[in-house]
Every structure is written in structure tokens, then in C-alpha cells.
């Protein structure tokens, strides 16, 4: 098996192992984990060949995008309390002890080198973190603090990685020089992240189809990336605010068809470079054997010590941070995401688990230093924090759902009932109101207005049937019942149509180009209801 072999299995295995987690209720990027593991054991699979600069480049950005699509930055804005807790705070917090640890037990490293393990063993992985969670049905604001916490602790670890990285090579720090380095990179950042997205933006507008549009959206993360990093920014942060930006701005309110497209596109993306990552971590067990050979015992002591550092700082860090997020709630009486239990809390401080950027700094450690020597412990750093993925991917990713149930933590069914039926009700009266404005300034048959104002109800009732009153709510079956019959009907109208247009493609004489406009035209009917 060759390397473009492995990778397309990776990305079939990605597709068969979605709805196989669902089945057996297991998280789907543990399962891609495993199935990678248990490659790394087969003889006739090679050892992933890839260049450890381009990891992070190829993987992180369409993750990172594809998330943010699911968020907002008013979201952001409102969160920003719990955020900077535990995508800033709780990252220097970890480094800082991970460093101090390592330092003290691992023979032959540097204090650099050791913020260096801290700094990408400190951020939790945003995708496993969601993928995870997102599926175990906890309340909203707990999966928005997370994809928060995900979205921005790679940013601070990746530039605190570099900061150490920089330091254990030249053999020079300096605190003012790091933290304006920090400054200037998320600056860098933020700049080129808003200039590409309003450019993307813009460019979407001109391009106007929805399959263009679609193909610059692809473009938009990587551009992002790669610009800040040539800038000397954090490419990370570019691709989370150009995500943001065209997260409010890309598409207007009436392209349905780009949206559809879009998210059915980045749901693709998501699926299979997720499998991809979590694949490769775990194909990447080689290393730990190879790097592990002969010196087990005390290489196990110390992976072990770092992993429960990890683990507790993040406990240890998230118990107060908490209990201080929901006193400041009360007293402000701000609309912000916080755990409001002590058992949110738990699920998590277990739902730290880290993951794919762990593994591409590990690998990017370089080999050697300015003054010709190896890079302090090297070894033993990579042995480390695959230790750390693996221990926390694994462990917490297959124990989670366990402990969901058992501490009995579930999403706010009310609450979130209670928002779809406001939308619902803005969304009809939304619809009257242009009705009525367009009854205003053109004639229309009363027969036909009275289906109209039917329509605009009809629109409420079936996102949120709570808005029908009692008197109403058995008219408004019947009606419903009627609207369903027909909609039945017109998709089998629809369905002979696309079945007698595709059979005319394989016909002689019919040119294939035509008969696919055609069918596109039908298919975009039956999306807009006929």
C-alpha cells in the first residue's frame, strides 16, 4: 500500500465510520483513532511520509472554517468572559505547569524546551471537543463554550509553541520581546483575516454562481492561513476571523441555493479531513514505538506524570473559573454561555481532550539547534505528548458519553423551544407584514390574498405548531393535511420528470450538457417547493 493508497482509505474509512459511531455510541474521531492505531500495527502499511511544516497548513484551516460556519462572532462578543478563562488563561496556566514539571523530571532538557511541550500539549482540540460533545445531547451554551474555547486556545498555544520553539533553538528569551511578538502577530492576524474576508466577500457577490462561490469559500482559509504565517501573524487567528467575517456576510438572505450548497460542501469537508486527522494520529504510533525503544520504564513514568497535570490543572483551573463566571452572572445579569452546575462543569473539565495540533507541533519540533547541537530531549518530548493525544483522545473521548449519563447533564429542551417558537412567530409576522404592504400598493383577487395570509400563518405553525391557538389548531390540521398531499403529489410530478429527463441522457443524439441544465432546472424547482 503506497501513500496516496492510505490516504483514500483514511477518507473511506471516515464516510463508514460516521454512521457506524452512531450505532454503537461511540464518538466518530475515537473510532478514526483506533482504526489509524491498529494500521500503524500492520506490517504492510507504510509510515505516513509528510512533511511536518505542512500539517498544519493542510489540516487546521478547513477545520477551523468549517466550525466557525456554526457560530457567530456576536456569540463570541457575548462569551468573551468564559472564552479569554479558558482559551487564554487556562493555556498559559498549562504550559506553565507542564513546563515546570518537565523541567524537573525529564534529565537533559531546557526550560525553553520544556514550555515547548507545555505549549502544545496546553490547547485542546476543537474539532474532538465538538465532535465529541456536539453529539451527546448537553445544553447549547456548553457546546458554544467549547467551540469558543477550541476556536481561540490554538491560537495562544501556536504562538506560545513559536515563542518557545525560537527561544530553546537560539538560546535567547526575552519576556518584553515574546509578548510584543504576541501582540503584533494577533494584530497580523486579525488584519489579514478581515481584508481576505471582505475581499472573498466581495468577490462573491461578482462571481454570483452558487458553485464559484462555493469554490473561493474553499480557497478563503488556506489563503488565510498561509498569508499571516508569511506575515509573521498567527494563521490560526486569520482563518478564524475570515470564518467569522463571511459567517455573517457571504451569503444574502435569498441564496438558497449557495447556502444549501455551502453547507452541504463544508459538511463534506468537515466529515472527511476529520477522518484524515484523526487517522493520521493514529498511523503516528510508530513514532511512539520507534522513539520509546529501549527506554520504556522511565519515558512511561514521565508521560504519565504529564498527562495528569494536564488533566488536573484543567480541573483544578475550571472549578473556580466557574464558580467566579457565575457570580459575575448574577451580579451583571449578562447574557453569556457559563456551565450553571457544578456537574456542567465536570462534563467540561472532561471534555478536554486534545488532538490533531498537539500532533502537528510535536512533529515540527526541530531536530537541531543554531549552535549545531540536537534540540534538548526530543525524543522523549514526542514520546510525551503522543502519550498526552492519546491518553486524553482516547480515554475521555470513549468515557464521556458514560459519564454524560451518569451525571444526567442534557440540552434545554424548553429553552430551546422557546426560541424556535419567537423565530417561528418573527418569521410570520415578518411574511404579513410585506403582504400586507404589497396588498398596499398593487390589486390583488381576495381569493388569492386569503390563501396568502393561509401561507404566512401556515409558515409559523410548521416550525412551531405552539403558535396555533385550540379553535384553530384542528382547521389548521386539515389544511396541513391538504398542503402534505399535495407537496406528495408534486414530488412524484417531479420525480417521473427527472427520471424521464435522465433517461434521455443515455439516449442517442441527446447532448449530456443540455439534458444536465435541464435536470438542474428541476432540481432547483423541487427545492423551492415545485
Known sequence: MDQLALFFSLMLAAVIVVPLAERVNLPSPVLMTLLGGVLALIPQVPNVRIDPDLILPLVLPPLLYAAVQRTSWRQFAANRRAIFLLAVALVFVTTAAVAAVVDAVVPGITLAAAFTLGALVAPPDPVAATAVAGRLGLPRRMISILEGEGLFNDVTAIVLYHVAVEAAVSGHFSVPHALLEFVLSAVVAVAVGLVLGWGANKLMGVVGDPTLQVGLSLLVPFASYALAEELSGSGVL??????????????????????????????????????????????????????????????????????????????????????????????RDMDEDIPMTWRETVIMWWSGMRGVASVALALAIPLETHHDGAFPARAELLFIAFAVVLATLVLQGLTLPWLVARLGVSSDIDAEHELE????????????????????????????????????????ARISPDIVDEERRESHARRLKRVRSLRRIQDDMMSAARHEVLAARSEPGNDPEVVDRVLRHLDLRSIRGG
Open 238 to 331: 486569520a482563518v478564524l476571523t475570515s470564518g467569522l467575517f463571511l459567517a455573517e456576510y457571504a451569503y444574502a438572505a435569498d441564496d438558497v441555493t449557495a447556502r444549501l450548497a455551502g453547507n452541504t460542501f463544508w459538511d463534506i469537508v468537515d466529515t472527511l479531513v476529520t477522518g484524515i486527522a484523526f487517522g493520521l494520529i493514529g498511523l503516528e504510533l510508530h513514532h511512539v514505538f520507534s522513539v520509546g525503544s529501549g527506554n520504556w520504564g522511565p519515558m512511561t513514568r514521565h508521560a504519565a506524570l504529564v498527562v495528569a497535570v494536564v488533566v488536573g490543572v484543567r480541573l483544578l483551573w475550571l472549578l473556580p473559573a466557574a464558580w467566579i463566571a457565575r457570580r459575575l452572572h448574577k451580579l
Open 421 to 460: 417558537h419567537a423565530l417561528a412567530v418573527r418569521a410570520m409576522a415578518a411574511a404579513r407584514n410585506r403582504l400586507k404592504e404589497i396588498e398596499q400598493s398593487e390589486p390583488i383577487d381576495e381569493e388569492l390574498s386569503e390563501m396568502l395570509h393561509r401561507r404566512a400563518f401556515d409558515l409559523g
